[in-house]
């Protein structure tokens, strides 16, 4: 394990800034591992955020100091069950006690090796992961494939919170147990799958390179804006006797709205007449090595968030402790611009950022809100660890506007 914290955990993965700071004492730097040792304990935000505010209290470390917090916080974020290569699995978090079939390769432990999670179809007890596979067989040669199982087979079960949740803890014990290419996460579903894929892949769209879903569709908020920096395709057919395709003609429709207000989104729409409720004539080939061409940007400088989970409180660089409406923010060398809705935002930094070496300015709708050099931060560096366990999304400054 310590060999995959190496690899994964690189100084070129943590750029920071080279001014100096007061830095921590030796008892302020043992003091600071004992909380974050208790921050990535507790699994509560109110928990996490007391003790936060105690970490703040000491919140002036060094460039050093980062670096061995860093190294501090990656080993905590790694502790916990782990899984071997067998399948199926049983997901080790007791609360979402779901399995799913798993495709491992060989070099998965020795070298970052991307991740493909396919969501089956289904409803009120049917469906499972044997199913999507015969269906997709294997969408990523060579990456390591995923096919879970509902924890519950309900109508919609993809679009609930648990099931959800018991992706999100897949994600996480995967991480902990193979050194996963995070730059390369995909997800793909057919039918009630395709809703999932919608739904999970939209609210948390900063954790994938490439989406699919497949014959199913979205509603509510907090999926399409997300979508600004990652790619989807999206078909269905107008014959589908089971699933309707005016869902996704309306979300294919959004987004075309949305790329024309701002900007790029990447993505593809087929609208069949002829296919019923299958796939294309052609197979998922295409449309899975279209998706294995895109790897993440982990840190876009132009970001929407529409937030609607309560504890999808990240997105890139942005936090929010509460669900909000949307919020668009760009990064234009040192200036940061915010509009929409701003309340109670954080914005997460590193250098592949801004120079934090100079001073940021933050705008809040055209108005000034900040223009100061940004100091480290051991609350950021903990924050984003914790919550993203991912070297490619390291924060190590913070500014609240």
Request: glycine share 14%; net charge positive; hydrophobic share 35%.
């Given at each position: 394990m310590g060999r995959i914290l190496l690899a994964l955990f690189t100084f070129s993965s943590l750029a920071i800034a080279q001014d100096k700071q007061d830095g921590l004492t030796a008892k302020e730097l043992a003091d600071a591992k004992e909380l974050m040792k208790q921050y990535f304990a507790a699994r509560a935000?109110?928990?996490?955020?007391?003790?936060?505010?105690?970490?703040?209290?000491?919140?002036?470390?060094?460039?050093?100091?980062?670096?061995?917090?860093?190294?501090?916080?990656?080993?905590?974020?790694?502790?916990?069950?782990?899984?071997?290569?067998?399948?199926?699995?049983?997901?080790?978090?007791?609360?979402?006690?779901?399995?799913?079939?798993?495709?491992?390769?060989?070099?998965?432990?020795?070298?970052?090796?991307?991740?493909?999670?396919?969501?089956?179809?289904?409803?009120?007890?049917?469906?499972?992961g044997s199913a999507i596979q015969g269906l997709f067989g294997m969408p990523a040669p060579g990456m390591i494939n995923v096919f879970p199982t509902v924890t519950q087979k309900t109508d919609g079960a993809w679009n609930s919170e648990r099931e959800e949740q018991y992706v999100l803890a897949i994600i996480d014990e995967i991480k902990r147990s193979f050194l996963v290419d995070t730059n390369r996460v995909y997800l793909a579903g057919h039918s009630m799958g395709g809703f999932g894929t919608w739904s999970i892949g939209g609210r948390h769209a900063d954790l994938f390179a490439a989406l699919a879903p497949m014959a199913g569709g979205t509603y509510g908020s907090g999926v399409l804006p997300n979508l600004k920096n990652t790619p989807i395709w999206i078909f269905h057919s107008t014959d589908d006797p089971q699933v309707s395709a005016d869902s996704d003609i309306r979300a294919a429709e959004q987004l075309a709205k949305l790329k024309a207000k701002h900007g790029p989104f990447d993505y593809v729409w087929k609208l069949y007449n002829d296919i019923g409720h299958g796939i294309p004539k052609d197979g998922v080939k295409p449309i899975f090595d279209w998706m294995l061409k895109h790897a993440r940007d982990p840190n876009p400088k132009h970001v929407l968030w529409e937030g609607s989970r309560s504890y999808k409180q990240f997105f890139y660089w942005l936090k929010r402790e509460r669900p909000g409406g949307l919020v668009e923010a760009k990064i234009d060398g040192n200036t940061i611009e915010l509009t929409g809705s701003t309340t109670g935002l954080e914005i997460l930094l590193n250098d592949k950022l801004v120079k934090l070496g100079e001073p940021v300015v933050v705008k809040v709708d055209g108005q000034e809100r900040h223009n100061a050099k940004v100091k480290y931060s051991m609350v950021a560096l903990a924050e984003s660890i914790a919550a993203k366990n991912d070297p490619e999304m390291v924060y190590v400054a913070r500014i609240k506007p």
């Open positions: 935000w109110d928990e996490r955020e007391t003790i936060a505010a105690k970490l703040q209290e000491i919140d002036h470390p060094s460039k050093g100091d980062i670096a061995a917090l860093a190294r501090h916080g990656f080993a905590l974020a790694r502790r916990g069950p782990l899984i071997d290569s067998k399948s199926p699995q049983k997901c080790t978090d007791p609360a979402f006690p779901g399995s799913y079939i798993l495709q491992v390769p060989g070099s998965a432990r020795a070298r970052p090796t991307g991740l493909f999670i396919s969501l089956h179809g289904g409803g009120a007890g049917v469906g499972d």
